[in-house]
C-alpha cells in the first residue's frame, strides 16, 4: 500500500477524519497528562495538544485529521497513537487509513484461539497442513506435513528448513526453481517491514549457513505468495504433487495457514491415505531409521 492512494481515495480520507477525532475525543487531558487536565471540563484534547505531546506541528497535525494529502512517517503515526491511547489493533488501523503498511500484531496468549487452529489443520489430514507466523516460524502442522516433509523437532523456521534439512531437501522436486520462488517471496514479505529484526534475523542465519541461499538472496528477486505447484518425492508412497495455497487469518494477520491440496489428475490423494495409516506410518519410520 503507497501513501499515494490516500488521495485517490476520499472515503478513506473521510474515515481518517473520524477515527482521529473520535480518538481524540476518549483522551482526557488528565490521561494526557497536561498540567491543568485535573481542572478542565472539556472532554477530550484539543488538536493543538495531540500535536505537542506527539511532538509535530500543529498544522501538520489538523492537516492529517483532515485527511489531506501530506507525507506521513511510522515514526509520527507511533508517536500520535501514543498520545491517543491506541490499542495495537487501532495502531494498525491508524497505520491502513493513512496510506502506510501497517505493522505486524504481536501475537497474544489465547490458548482456546490456538487449540482451535490446530483442530483445523487436523480436520485436513490426510493432506498436509502447517500454521506459521509473518517469519515463516512453524508454530503448528500436522500429522501429514510431518510425514511429507520430513519436519521433526528440530524445524523451527519453514524457511530454514527449506534449505538445512536434509529430510526436505532430499524429497523435494524441481528444487532449483522451487528455491528461487520461496527467497523471492521472503524478500517480498520483508520489504513491507524493512526494520523488522525478525525478518533479519532469519535472514542473516541463512546467509552464513547456505551458500544456496545467499546465492540466490543476492539476485535481489521479489514475488508475492500464492498458490504454488509443488512435488516431493517420499521413500514410502512415491511422488506426491500439491497446490499449496496461502490463507491469512483476519483474527490473526500475524499468522498464515499453508494447505496443501493433492493436485487434480494425480493419486497424491491415495496415496496419503496409505501414508497416513498405521501401515505407512512404520513403513515410513523404518525408511527413515535405515
Not at 488521495?7 to 482526557?28: D, H, I, K, Y
Not at 511510522?74 to 502506510?100: F, I, K, M, S, T
Amino acid at each position: 500500500m503507497r501513501q499515494a492512494e490516500r488521495s485517490e481515495r476520499p472515503g478513506r480520507r473521510q474515515e481518517l477524519r473520524e477515527f482521529l477525532m473520535n480518538r481524540r475525543a476518549r483522551v482526557s487531558p488528565a490521561e494526557a497528562g497536561l498540567p491543568d487536565g485535573g481542572r478542565r471540563r472539556t472532554p477530550g484534547l484539543r488538536r493543538e495538544e495531540v500535536a505537542v505531546l506527539a511532538g509535530v506541528g500543529a498544522s501538520w497535525y489538523q492537516w492529517l485529521e483532515q485527511g489531506r494529502d501530506i507525507s506521513v512517517s511510522p515514526q509520527v503515526l507511533d508517536a500520535v497513537a501514543r498520545v491517543l491511547r491506541l490499542n495495537p489493533a487501532e495502531r494498525r488501523h491508524l497505520y491502513v487509513l493513512a496510506g502506510l503498511n501497517p505493522p505486524l500484531l504481536a501475537p497474544e496468549a489465547d490458548d482456546s484461539f490456538c487449540e482451535g487452529l490446530q483442530r483445523l489443520i487436523d480436520a485436513w489430514m490426510p493432506f498436509p497442513a502447517h500454521i506459521m507466523d509473518a517469519y515463516w516460524n512453524i508454530v503448528a502442522h500436522n500429522e501429514s506435513a510431518r510425514l511429507t516433509f520430513g519436519y521433526d523437532e528440530q524445524d523451527s523456521n519453514c524457511l530454514i528448513s527449506f534449505f538445512l534439512n536434509p529430510v526436505y531437501r532430499g524429497r523435494c522436486e524441481r528444487r532449483e526453481e522451487l528455491a528461487a520462488s520461496v527467497v523471492a517471496q521472503y524478500r517480498a514479505a520483508l520489504a513491507e517491514h524493512p526494520d523488522d529484526e525478525g525478518y533479519r534475523a532469519v535472514v542473516d542465519e541463512l546467509l552464513t549457513a547456505s551458500e544456496e541461499f545467499a546465492a540466490l538472496w543476492a539476485r535481489g528477486d521479489a514475488m508475492p505468495s500464492g498458490q504454488m505447484h509443488k512435488s516431493y518425492e517420499h521413500p514410502t508412497v512415491g511422488t506426491l504433487s500439491f497446490e499449496s495455497s496461502q490463507m491469512r487469518l483476519q483474527a490473526r494477520p500475524d499468522l498464515i495457514i499453508v494447505m496443501h491440496n493433492p493436485l487434480p489428475g494425480t493419486d497424491t490423494a491415495a496415496k496419503l491415505e496409505r501414508l497416513t495409516s498405521p501401515r505407512g506410518r512404520r513403513e515410513t519410520l523404518r525408511t527413515v531409521a535405515s
